[in-house]
């Protein structure tokens, strides 16, 4: 993975409180065996209508949006099944970030093993959030995660709270296999000490 620092985006709202993985990614969509090509699918009941037409009123749809790479939602996210999917379409499709209140916890864990960075904020400041997302074109946050701080053009600053483990994780860009390979030459004299008491 990318070790992630610093990142300015434009922010995209999705004002719904219990946004579960299959609005996400649908299940008919879970067929791909790869990573990769999941982000033309989010949301993807929500982004087209049933003829395939693009749903105008759904807000990332909208053309102030496009390019985003912070998401803001409500309470809950990613609640519903423990797809992996989930994280995959979302970074997919380019949201490195994600803003709300609360999270499922298998939703929350699988964030930081994929590079995403899921900040729980207050439901005060996550409406802050959205009205500003509103009055502002192109609306924009500035995430520092080395300070733990989010910033805008407009005067605002909010410090967030992140466990330090997870945020080494991703600081230095470590998924599980890239934690292990931290410690290869212990792993590598075990195995050697271990081999040498067999033979």
């Not at 999705?14 to 067929?31: G, S």
């Not at 009123?57 to 053309?63: A, D, I, L, R, W």
């Not at 994600?98 to 400041?125: H, M, T, W």
């Not at 407009?154 to 483990?165: A, M, P, Q, S, Y």
Request: hydrophobic fraction near 40%.
């Amino acid at each position: 993975m990318e070790p992630f620092k610093q990142l300015t985006g434009i922010v995209a709202p999705v004002d719904r409180v219990n946004v579960d993985t299959d609005a996400i990614i649908p299940k008919q969509f879970l067929k791909r065996i790869e990573r990769s090509g999941f982000g033309q699918f989010l949301f993807f009941e929500w982004r087209f209508h049933e003829n395939g037409e693009v749903n105008a009123e759904f807000e990332p749809n909208k053309p102030r949006y496009e390019g985003a790479s912070v998401l803001v939602s409500r309470a809950n996210f990613g609640c519903g099944s423990s797809r992996e999917h989930a994280p995959w379409a979302i970074l997919d499709y380019g949201f490195k970030v994600i803003i709300a209140p609360s999270y499922a916890d298998i939703f929350y864990n699988n964030c930081f093993k994929n590079g995403i960075l899921p900040i729980k904020l207050s439901e005060e400041l996550v409406e802050e959030l959205f009205q500003r997302t509103a009055k502002y074109d192109g609306y924009s946050l500035k995430v520092n995660l080395e300070q733990k701080q989010l910033s805008d053009d407009h005067g605002l600053t909010i410090d967030f709270e992140l466990d330090e483990h997870r945020r080494q994780f991703l600081l230095q860009g470590l998924d599980d296999i890239g934690l292990t390979l931290m410690h290869e030459e212990k792993i590598t004299a075990y195995e050697e000490k271990h081999a040498a008491r067999l033979s």
